[in-house]
């Protein structure tokens, strides 16, 4: 089945084409969700060890 253009869709396609990505200013990227370092690791491994269990659930002890 081909695909079918709009008459609406060929301005858009002209715009496209004529864009000047120089005109775009410069951006610094960082990254954000670093992953944790081995020390990190162990003391969350640690910790979980003590968390309670939630899928037990005792309603007579409300």
């Given at each position: ?56 659930f ?5």
């Open positions: 089945r081909p695909l079918l253009s709009k008459m609406s869709d060929n301005p858009v396609k002209e715009e496209v084409q004529q864009f000047d990505k120089r005109c775009l200013k410069k951006t610094n990227t960082a990254e954000k969700n670093t992953l944790p370092t081995k020390a990190e690791d162990q003391i969350q491994a640690h910790s979980s060890a003590y968390d309670l269990d939630l899928s037990v005792f309603k007579h002890c409300l």
